[in-house]
C-alpha cells in the first residue's frame, strides 16, 4: 500500500505492515521516505493513545502542514484495543495524502 500527494509516494508497505486504527492505516517508520518528513509543533493529546507527533510533509515547493501524524510513545494500555504495538507507525490526513 501507498501514501502518496500528487504522485509522489512519501511511505511504500506491504498491507500486511500496516496497522487499521479509528478507519486510519498507521504505516511502519521503516516505510516512510525520510527525506519528505519534518516534524510539526502542532500539540495533541489522545485520550487512549497517547500524545501524537505531527509530521509537515513536503513535496516539491509544497509544504502539507499536519499531513501525517504518529504516536512516538502510546499509552501500553491502547497496544490490548489495538491488537499490537504501533510506537512510531505513521497515519496520514486523507485530504491532504492519497492512501491506497
Known amino acids: 500500500m501507498q501514501a502518496s500527494i500528487n504522485g509522489t509516494v512519501v511511505a511504500d508497505a506491504p498491507e500486511s505492515d500496516l496497522i487499521s486504527i479509528e478507519g486510519n492505516y498507521y504505516f511502519p517508520p521503516s516505510a516512510l521516505k525520510s527525506e519528505f518528513f519534518s516534524d510539526s509543533a502542532t500539540p495533541y493529546n ?3 493513545k497517547g500524545d ?3 509530521h509537515d ?3 516539491g515547493d509544497a509544504t502539507h502542514h499536519d499531513a501525517a501524524w504518529s ?3 502510546p ?3 491502547s497496544f490490548e484495543r489495538v ?3 504501533y510506537s512510531g507507525y ?3 490526513d ?3 495524502v492519497t492512501v491506497g
Open 46 to 48: 489522545c485520550p487512549w
Open 52 to 54: 501524537a507527533q505531527y
Open 57 to 59: 510533509v513536503t513535496v
Open 71 to 73: 504516536y512516538p510513545h
Open 75 to 77: 499509552y501500553p494500555a
Open 83 to 85: 491488537g499490537r504495538d
Open 90 to 92: 505513521v497515519a496520514f
Open 94 to 96: 486523507k485530504s491532504m
